[in-house]
């Protein structure tokens, strides 16, 4: 009886463990990439957002640098990129297996991006971003075809997309949607130069990281998304025509459209940045 009683408590102690190790493995993104202080804040329906451009030459910059914690997703050195902005927020969602597929061909819907509005600040008024948006077979073949919906979740799937956009006109971006458990990692990559008049900068200096962290307690998916763009001309950087709050409000761009595409309607807050606070510097941290 008492060996039978030693094997029980062997047995319930080993299942606990590996649960515990399961949970770890899980969350480990969770934990790399919040702070608890931001999963508080951020459950509280708080957005962070911080913006960076070399030189500074408006003074708008929220931060002196930003760092990108280390992932196997973020395994470079985004030190060297002229424009870092980023942005976090919890996102309500029930997950289950109907749900995390449906949400799976969310993220690989690039037709659903073409609409999307953002706050532009020269005109005061909010404006549409995405003039059109629409899957291609590669980049040499950007002939309009449909988005695929896709009837099982794979590790990783790989696609193109051409978007018509409002400032750099029509860019291509090469696709890669990771599954990680019930996370998901979205990084989308400009496969040719971002051009204004004159190229900015090269082939694959410019991407959009975005990682859709879950957590079964919050009910909801902690999402980071990262903005980062070589600049080439320095003259641009040095005389503040591309200013930080232009892809900062882009980022914003994407959270209240993909919010919208979940049912919820965050139109309201889908400027960043108040206007009076930023020109008094109060959102700087340095």
Request: aromatic residues 14%; hydrophobic residues 35%; glycine residues 4%.
């Amino acid at each position: 009886m008492k060996t039978k009683f030693v094997l029980f408590f062997i047995l319930i102690s080993m299942m606990l463990f590996c649960q515990d190790m399961t949970n770890d493995a899980t969350n480990d993104l969770l934990v790399k990439l919040f702070s608890k202080e931001q999963i508080s804040s951020l459950k509280n329906g708080d957005i962070i957002s911080r913006m960076f451009v070399k030189y500074d030459a408006l003074g708008e910059n929220t931060h002196l640098s930003i760092d990108i914690p280390k992932t196997d997703y973020t395994n470079e050195d985004f030190s060297v990129y002229e424009i870092l902005t980023d942005e976090k927020v919890f996102i309500p969602y029930v997950l289950n297996d109907g749900s995390k597929l449906d949400f799976y061909n969310l993220l690989a819907s690039f037709s659903k991006l073409n609409g999307m509005n953002y706050y532009s600040r020269s005109s005061s008024k909010v404006e549409k971003l995405i003039l059109n948006c629409f899957k291609i077979e590669s980049p040499k073949n950007k002939k309009n075809i449909n988005d695929t919906t896709y009837d099982k979740i794979e590790p990783k799937i790989t696609n193109y997309f051409l978007q018509q956009d409002n400032k750099f006109g029509k860019i291509t971006f090469k696709s890669e949607l990771m599954n990680d458990s019930n996370n998901f990692i979205l990084i989308n990559t400009c496969v040719e130069p971002i051009s204004s008049i004159i190229n900015i900068n090269n082939g694959g200096e410019y991407k959009i990281i975005s990682f859709f962290i879950y957590d079964k307690n919050s009910e909801g998916f902690y999402y980071y998304s990262i903005n980062a763009m070589r600049v080439r001309v320095n003259f641009l950087l040095k005389n503040g025509l591309l200013r930080p709050t232009t892809f900062s409000n882009r980022l914003r761009a994407a959270t209240v459209h993909f919010a919208k595409l979940l049912g919820l309607d965050w139109s309201e807050k889908l400027n960043p940045w108040d206007e009076t606070k930023l020109k008094n510097g109060e959102y700087k941290t340095y």
